[in-house]
C-alpha cells in the first residue's frame, strides 16, 4: 500500500511536468492550454497522494521509508514496457519535455524537501540506513544529470553543425539556381 501511495506521488507530479512542457514545444496555444488544464488536474492528483504519504511518514517512518527508498532506487515511468520507450525518451529528454535533470530538480528533490526527508530525526535501524542510501542516490543521481547534460549539449552541437552544413549546401544550390536564372 505504501509503496503504491509513494510511487504515485512522484508520478503524478512527473505526469504534471510532462504534460505542461508538452505543451510549451507545441507551439499551438490551444493544445497549450489544453495541456495546461491535464497538468492542473495532474497536480491536484499528485497532491492528494503526495499528503496521504506524508501521513504514513507519521504514523509509520521506517516502514514508509523503506517503501520510498525501493520506489526511488527502482523508479520508471509508466509506458516504459511500450515499445520504442528507449528511443521515445530520447526525442522526449533532448526536446526538453522530460529528462532526469526536471527529474531529480522538480520531481524527486520537491517532493523529498516537502517530506523533510533529511531533516527528521524519527528514522531508526534500517530506516535510518535506507535514508542514508537516499542521500547517496541523490549524490548518484546527480552524476548522471551531469553526464546527461554534456551528451545532450553535444548531441545539439552535431545537430547545430549538420544543420549549418546543410544550410550552406542549400545556399550554394540556390545561388547557382539564382545564377542560373540572371543569365
Ligand atoms: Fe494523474
Not at 18 to 32: L, S
Not at 96 to 110: N, S
Not at 128 to 139: S, W
Amino acid at each position: 500500500m505504501t509503496d503504491s501511495v509513494i510511487y504515485v506521488s512522484f508520478q503524478e507530479l512527473a505526469t504534471r511536468i510532462f504534460h505542461r512542457n508538452t505543451g510549451k514545444v507545441c507551439n499551438d496555444p490551444i493544445a497549450d492550454q489544453l495541456m495546461a488544464r491535464i497538468s492542473a488536474d495532474e497536480n491536484l492528483h499528485m497532491i492528494f497522494y503526495r499528503d496521504v504519504a506524508e501521513a504514513a511518514f507519521d504514523v509509520a517512518p521506517n516502514q514508509t521509508m523503506a517503501s520510498l527508498q525501493l520506489i526511488l532506487r527502482n523508479f520508471r515511468m509508466p509506458g516504459f514496457a511500450v515499445p520504442g520507450f528507449r528511443r521515445k525518451a530520447v526525442i522526449i529528454a533532448v526536446g526538453g519535455v522530460y529528462d532526469i535533470r526536471i527529474h531529480l530538480d522538480e520531481v524527486v528533490k520537491p517532493i523529498l524537501k516537502k517530506w523533510r526527508i533529511f531533516e527528521r530525526e524519527d528514522f531508526t535501524g534500517e530506516g535510518a540506513r535506507l535514508r542514508d542510501d537516499l542521500g547517496a542516490l541523490i549524490d548518484e543521481l546527480e552524476i548522471e544529470c551531469d553526464k546527461f547534460e554534456q551528451s545532450k549539449s553535444r548531441y545539439l552541437e552535431r545537430q547545430a553543425r549538420r544543420t549549418d552544413h546543410n544550410l550552406a549546401r542549400k545556399v550554394l544550390t540556390t545561388e547557382g539556381t539564382l545564377g542560373m536564372s540572371r543569365r
